[in-house]
Every structure is written in C-alpha cells, then in structure tokens.
C-alpha cells in the first residue's frame, strides 16, 4: 500500500497534491516516479513511499516510531530498515547526512524534509498557463504544531507564472499522464509499448523496458565457433549500457541459455524481463549469416527480426547492426550522448577482435588462464580497442585472487584498465572493474569516488551500485551497503547472479535473508557461501556437505577455506589447520589481495582453535583494507579472540578507519 494512502499528515489535514517540486527535483504521485530535471531517478517502491511521506510533511519532524507504524502498519521491522531506506533516498537525491540540503536527521528522534516544497493539489490548474503560487510557510510554527500560516511577504492569493522551465516540465508530465489515463486502451490498441517522450522536450514518463539478449544458436553445433554465440550476445549488452530507458540484463545473466531450447514464457519469467532478443548463426568458412527475433515476452509477438549477412572479418558490425535495431523496434528515443555513445566503434583488426571474444567467452567459463592468452593475443595485434583491456584486466584480477596470481596480476589488471579509460574515458567496464580491483587490494577510499562518478552518467546501472554495496561493506558501512544491493536489485533482479550478493545481511547477522540471496546455482562459490551461512545457523551437517562439495568442483581459494571448515565440523583440527597454512602461505608468497578472504582465514583459524594465527591474519586483512568494524563487533566466530589484548588494539585500529571513511563520504 502507498503511504499516501494510509498515513495524513498532522498539520492541515492529507494532501491531494499530484506533483510535488523541491528543486531540482519532481515528485510524481500519480506515475510513483521522481524525476530530475525531466530524467526518473531509481528508487524502490518503499524507498519511494518513504520519501513521499517525508515530502508531504515537509517541515515537520516525523518520529522514527510513526515513520515505521506508517511504512510497515502489519509487520515488525527493525530501526535498521528505516535507515536503509532514509540511506536510500540521499543516494537518490545526491544529499549528505553531515550537510543535508533535503533531510535533516534529529538525533535519536527522527527525519525531517528540510527543503521548500511546492504543490499543485488542483489538477485543472496545472492545465491552464498559471498556478496558484505555493505557499511559503514558517519551520518555526511548523515545528511547534502550529496551523500553517504564510511568511510575511509572501502572496499565496495572487496566481503567478512559474518560471519557464519549471512550468513547462510540470505541464508537459501531467499532460503526458491525462493523455494516458484518458486514452490508454486507444493507445495501447496501436502500439504495445510505452516510450518516453523525445530528448530535451518533457519528462520521460514511460516505464523502462527490461530486454534480456540471449546467446546465438550455432545452428552448425561446430565447437570451434560456439564462442560467437555468447561473446557477440555480450557485444551488443555491452553496446546498450548507456540507454536510459532500457534495462538490459547482463551477460552473467543469460550464459546459462547457451545453446539451450528457448521457453519463451519461462525465459522472461526468469530473467524478470518483458523483451527477448533471440537468434542464430551459421558460419560458411569465411560467410557469416546471424539471424535474430525481438519479441515481446507477454504476448509472444515478433516486434523486429533481422538477418545479417557478412564476412567473418567484418564481425564488430554484429553488436552495432543489431543494437540499432533493437532500439529501432523498441522505438526508444535518445538523447544526444545516448546516440553517441552507440555510434560504430573505431575499426579494430579483424584477428584481434576475434580473439577479443574468445576471450569474453573463456572469462564467463571462469577459464581465467586461458581468457588472458586469448586478450593479451588481442591487444597485442591492435592496442586501441579499449574492451579488450578492460576484459583483460578483469581476467587478471580474477586469476590473482582466484587461482593465486597475486601480486604481479593486479599490477598488470590495475595497468590494463588504467590503458582501457585512456582510450575511452566513459568505457563503464572499465570503471567497474578497477573499482573492485581497488576494493580488493586495499584502497576502499579510492574506489567509492570513482564509483559515485560512475553513476553520474550512468545511475541507473544496476552494476554500478552493486559494486559501491561492495565497497561500503568493506567499510563497514553497513546499512548503506544493504540500500545500495537493494537498489541494484530493484534495477535488475538479476544483479550479480554468479556471486554473494548480499555478504551483508550476513555481517548484520540475518542469516536467513542472506541464504535466501544466494542465486540458486551449485557452483564452487556459490556453495561455499551456503555452507558458511548453514555454519553460522550451526546446521552442520548441510554445511559440511556444501564446503565438500565446493572443494571437490573447483579447490580454489574460498572452497579451500570452506574445507578447512568442514574440517572444524568433523573434528578434525589437524587437517584444517594444515589447510590454512598452505593458504596463508600462498598469499603471502604471491600478495594475493581479497582481504575479505583473508578475513574468513582468520575466522577459520580461530574456530578451529589456533588463536595466533587467527589474530595475525586479522591483523593482515585489517590492513589490506577490510575494516568493517560492526561486523567485528559482533561475529560470533571470532569469540575466542575477544579477551586478548590484541584483538582489542586491532579492533580499535579498524574502527579508526571506519570512522574516518564515514566522516569522508556520509
């Protein structure tokens, strides 16, 4: 239920407001969209109500007890919850706690909306040239109960005109939602689909599309080309990051599909998505042809098709031929940099680009050894194609924390991302990439700016947010990271569907939540992660054979810790404990990063009883970066530590650095 609907504010009764303008911003209660100087922001339909609450008492203290009794009336939730959400609302609105422009906190009491709020309550008024000009009440009465009575000075009788930009902006939107309210079932019966309306001439009011692009069928089954059908389908993901009106899965996403018959239904279903791109190709020697279907999930209807007919060097066509076309069939506008940034890439060596995505294909196997042969072949034929740094470097960061690279693989990752931002400054990969990179090996602080600049030009990318979540809970930041994972869930469902996504819940101690976020796949990762959950509920047992089973698939650094684990659960001390001096050894000889990991030796050490060697990797991952002190605080595996004075220094060195992180960028 929306807030508006069973919550009034105290003072003057509930609003009937459509529009609310505390600029730059619009709050649109009819569509449940914010917008930003005419562009939606992202929020969660919670995130929204909440702000929508706080907006219709603007002025007002509200209580984090009536906050909560509004938002959730039938259920029991935590204060945590509301913070994440208030967490939310100043990410979406670019506003800082320590210097609020929109929401101030009242210490140990509530939130208050602190800006100017106008409204128009009257929709035949926003219709006609002018509006009745909002009024302009006092804080102090406002914060003392008192009736709403106008600031001395101020008109609220006389009808004005708004400024140009505002009134237009407004009129046009709700212009746009009469139109569709009066005319929708017209409207629907000749178009199935919603756009926004054109760059620069009124708000986008349209939902985006979620349009998932599968892997190519090879119709010939010949091994040596099955890599076309997945690396191209990346091409062209790749190639539609910056549409703002579309939501496109990722290729982590959609790898399961290879080669697979296609449900329609189920797909979409599946992946969350109203549109497929499917297709095929064959490969004659050196004759290409890719055929492709865009169909709308719901109905099943072919909206576009296409065939592309090309030699086999002329390959980097695909993702812009068939980019132009999925836009062309969903009829999406764009703006000036969006049609930019989709214009044919520079011309890139035949060769090169194929091994480019051979390259991309062995990445998404998880074949980090032999992706970096095939990218480093890539960039070595032509140095100017900056994806292929950008993978290449993503290879190289996943072999070193991995399969124990190390030191000189971050080194050489850091260098290739550093030459894919060179090339193409706005390369999103890139900024991904290198911010994970710089999580892992210790520079948390450097990795958030260039994160938060990320989502300047792209804020909708659900990547982008999962990863400033990463960086927060590193920080311990705890509550900020879970509205963050939260948000990029809300932009895609799917985010990160191949990894942990929400370690947080864990480190706030919601182990059932954070079992339930674990996708529903049984690779190594995945199902070390569900026995260390399992573990902390202490169901040994399962846990013991979710670590086993991690081991046996892929004995690579996080299975081998969940081994050392099950070891704990069997008693079988010496065992473990060899197991972690092995580990411990290889990531001081080869400076493997992922101070996370070296977080979870240290536990591993500690349950199973080498107090020592549990305080000296605690310390190592401390100061390699990971200093979430809440967690520390609370983790239940690192009790046998807690009355040594060691543990009280490094606990004290790592709330330091979290406190210094918070005060920097909240």
Known sequence: MSTANHFEPRLGGPRKAQVYEFHPFLLDTIQHLLFKEGAPVALTPKTYDTLLLLVQNSGRMLSKEELMKSLWPDSFVEESNLTQQVSMI????????????????????????????????????????????????????????????????????????????????????????????????????????????KPGTGTALAARRNLAILPLQNLRQDPDNDFLGFSLADAVITKLDSVSSLTVRPSTAVEKYRNQVIDIQKVAADLSVDTLLTGSFIRDGDDLRITYQLIDAKSEKIVGRGTIDLKYDKLLRVQDNVAQQIIQGLQLNLSPSEADSIKPDAPINPLAY????????????????????????????????????????????????????????????QAAYERALAIQPSQLDAHIFLANLLVDTGKVEQAVPLLRDALKTYPNQAAVHWELGYAYRFAGMLNESVAECELARQLDPLVKANGSVFNTYLYLGDYDKFLRSLPDQNDSLILFYRGFGEYYQKNWEQAAKDFDRANELDPTLYAQIGKAFSDSIARRERDGLEILRVLEKKIGERGVGDPEAMYKVSQAYSVLGDKTSALRVLRRSIEAGFFCYPYFTTDPLLNELRNDPEFTALSNAAHQRHEAFRSKFF
């Not at 050894?369 to 190289?396: C, F, H, V």
């Not at 996943?398 to 990752?413: C, I, K, N």
């Open 90 to 197: 100043r990410r979406a609105l670019g506003d800082c706690s320590s210097d609020p422009r929109f929401i101030v906190t009242v210490p140990g009491r509530g939130y208050r909306f602190s800006a100017k709020v106008r409204s128009w309550e009257d929709e035949k008024e926003t219709f006609g040239a002018t509006v009745s000009a909002p009024q302009v009440v006092s804080k102090a009465a406002s914060r003392n109960g008192q009736k709403l009575a106008p600031i001395a000075g101020a008109d609220v009788t006389r009808t004005e005109n708004l400024r140009w930009r505002d009134r237009m902006t407004i009129r046009r939107a709700v212009l746009s939602i009469a139109a569709l309210a009066l005319l929708g079932v017209a409207i629907l019966s000749i178009t199935k689909f919603l756009y926004p309306t």
């Open 354 to 413: 194929e091994y480019y995505l051979r390259g991309v294909d062995l990445h998404s196997q998880h074949d980090f050894p032999l992706a970096i042969k095939m990218l480093e072949q890539s960039t070595r034929i032509d140095s100017n194609y900056a994806p292929a740094w950008a993978y290449l470097g993503a290879s190289y960061t996943s072999d070193a924390a991995f399969e124990f690279g190390g030191r000189e693989q971050y080194r050489r990752a």
